[in-house]
Each structure stands twice: as C-alpha cells, then as structure tokens.
T-cell receptor, first 113, second 116 residues
Framework: DAGVTQSPTHLIKTRGQQVTLRCSPK?????VSWYQQALGQGPQFIFQ???????QRGNFPDRFSGHQFPNYSSELNVNALLLGDSALYLC????????????FGPGTRLTVT | AQKITQTQPGMFVQEKEAVTLDCTYD???????LFWYKQPSSGEMIFLIY??????QNATEGRYSLNFQKARKSANLVISASQLGDSAMYFC?????????????FGDGTTLTVKP
C-alpha cells in the first residue's frame, strides 16, 4: 500500500521563476492538503483540495495556487518566487473532509536563490 | 484565532526513561481536536496521537499518551520507555471544529534527543 508520494525531492529555483510541486495521496484517500514549513518552524497550512476544488485556504498570497486531478493527485504552483518561499513543502492526504487523521509525504525542499 | 505554544525548543532524555513534551493552546472554540506529530530528519510528518476536546479520557497509543488538561488548555505528550529512534522533532497541532485535520495550526516544535 503506497503512502503519500511527492516529487521532486529537492528543487533549486531563481527568484522570479515559477515552480510546480506534485503529490500523490495515499491509496484510498481523496483529500489533499499542502503545507509550507520554513526552517525551524512548524508547518503552515496553504490550502486543501477535495473533489477537484479548493475547499480551504490559509493566509497565503494568490501566487500560491493548486490543482487536483480526477485521480486525486495534486499540484502546488508558486509564481514569481521570492527568497522567502524557500522551505519544505509538505503534502498530506486524508479520506473525506471530516477525517481527523492525515498522512504526510516526505516533502519537497525548495530553495530559491 | 487558534495558537499553539511549545515552550521547550530542545529536550534530552535517557534511553528507557519517560519524557513529557509540553503544549499549550489558545482557542475560543468549544469543539476542537489536538494532535501530536513526529518529524524525523527525513522530513516526513508522522501522526502519533489525537485527542478530541470532548473526549473524557486521555488518549493513548502504545508508548504515547496525551495528558489533556482542558481547564489549563494544555495537551502534553508523554513518551514512555524512550528509544533511540524517538530522537526527532515533535509538533503539537490543533484543528478547527467541524473541519478535518487538513487546516491545522502547528506549534514550532520540540527537538527530542534520546541519549544511550
């Protein structure tokens, strides 16, 4: 039973560029949430996708956008990268929108230079 | 707004001993959920334990237990019989009522080091 997978593992981008991160949820899960974790801090909620729609959103600018596909996988897009976007980006999946238990992927480490 | 405070940036414990990691929270909601996660150096967040605000008994999962004191707004994690593999960062988190764990508020974590 595959867990949550994310790609790529590491990424280096230049300020002003755009980046796309990908996430495949755990088998049987249909809800995907994205988090940003800066070094030395706890994860910050970006947004959540269910039934291919953004259901909830944290305090992040519109430069952060996402998408969910019919197979429940998801993408996180960040435009006009800033140095402050350097972080570990975590994807978490769960079943439905009421489940309290969610499983995290290993994350994508984004470095913006 | 919800807030989670973890006041111990780092903790040390001897192997096989018990350790308590502190977590206090602030919310005006009556219904909420509290979580603890473990994050090894690999980066993956591992779910450990969950406590609902209306649960009368403290949650337990194997060597993990959650000391829930609602009046004090604290949700401390107790790890019994520490093992070397328990060395990691530990996060306390809270979720809003009537939503799933997806929109959770996390503390800044406690780094636990288990000494042989």
């Amino acid at each position: 039973d595959a867990g949550v997978t994310q790609s790529p593992t590491h990424l280096i981008k230049t300020r002003g560029q755009q980046v796309t991160l990908r996430c495949s949820p755990k088998s049987g899960h249909d809800t995907v949430s994205w988090y940003q974790q800066a070094l030395g801090q706890g994860p910050q909620f970006i947004f959540q996708y269910y039934e291919e729609e953004e259901r909830q959103r944290g305090n992040f600018p519109d430069r952060f956008s996402g998408h969910q596909f019919p197979n429940y996988s998801s993408e996180l897009n960040v435009n006009a990268l800033l140095l402050g976007d350097s972080a570990l980006y975590l994807c978490a999946s769960s079943f439905g929108t009421v489940s309290y238990e969610q499983y995290f992927g290993p994350g994508t480490r984004l470095t913006v230079t | 707004a919800q807030k989670i405070t973890q006041t111990q940036p780092g903790m040390f414990v001897q192997e096989k001993e018990a350790v308590t990691l502190d977590c206090t929270y602030d919310t005006s909601d009556q219904s909420y959920g509290l979580f603890w996660y473990k994050q090894p150096s690999s980066g993956e967040m591992i779910f450990l334990i969950y406590q609902g605000s209306y649960d009368e008994q403290n949650a337990t999962e194997g060597r993990y237990s959650l000391n829930f004191q609602k009046a004090r707004k604290s949700a401390n994690l107790v790890i019994s019989a520490s093992q070397l593999g328990d060395s990691a960062m530990y996060f306390c988190a809270m979720r809003e009522p009537s939503t799933n764990a997806g929109k959770s508020t996390f503390g800044d974590g406690t780094t636990l080091t288990v000494k042989p």
